[in-house]
């Protein structure tokens, strides 16, 4: 019987988080070296990234600082090469949170760029980094892949077509994964949050919008970013070994309605 304790802890396994730059990306990162991982971090500006790095390494963490768009598939394959010959030659887990906003549009005046660039991001991104890390992980055996969706891919919204689309497409991606893979050792589960305060929603809650969320949601408030680690480090790590294909919602009740 594994001791609980030990199954959440990621001391000695390599943990890449795309999207680590800002927002929920980055604080995933931070708690999953917190939980002992050593975190290889992808995003679209190196700045951000190394300041991640800055902030980390005193505690000592390790960070591997890899920018990039994963929505570039060469992109994604020479960051998944160089965190395997960087480190112990494995990759353990991803948390895809590289994301982009909703364009807030009205459908019928959604533009073919304006949904392509969604989708590029959003699904083709998160479609290239599930395929070149689950590429390591079948090899070994093992590992964990983390899609982060959105509430957005099971309720409905206003304006947000390109979005919910891709989101719901990275949850039914999760779940062909999942079942694709489990009997090689590779588990893949979404995690959906609700609203969360970071750049990619601020403009959303501080409309007139941003009122009605928070009284539509159970707990009364948005999240903070890093309440999203908990559930990222469960499902990367082996306390969630007989969980894949689902997704796990982190909304302050949102969804419960
Ligand atoms: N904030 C919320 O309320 C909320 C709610 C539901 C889902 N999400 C999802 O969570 C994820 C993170 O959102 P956030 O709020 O932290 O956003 P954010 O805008 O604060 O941060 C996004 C990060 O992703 C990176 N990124 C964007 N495009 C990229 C690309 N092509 N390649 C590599 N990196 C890229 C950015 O550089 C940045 O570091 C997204 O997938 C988003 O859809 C967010």
Known sequence: MTDVNTALHLKGKTVWVTGAGKGL????AVALSQAGARVAVTARTPGDLESLR??????????????GSVADSAVVRDIVARIVAAGTGRLDAVVNCAGISP???????????????VLDVNLQGTFYCCREAGRVMLEQSYGSIVNVSSVHASRGFERIAA?????????????ALAVEWADRGVRVNSLAPGYFRTDLSAGLLDSRRGEGIVRRTPLGRVGEADELGGAAVFLASDASRFVTGTTLTVDGGWTAW
């Open 103 to 117: 364009h807030f549009t009205r459908s019928e005046h959604v533009g073919d760029d304006d949904w392509r660039q």
């Open 25 to 28: 990306g980055r604080a995933v």
């Open 163 to 175: 979005y919910a689309a891709g989101k719901g497409g990275v949850e039914a991606l999760t779940r």
């Open 54 to 67: 800055c902030e980390l390494a005193p505690r000592g963490g390790e960070v591997l600082v890899l920018p």
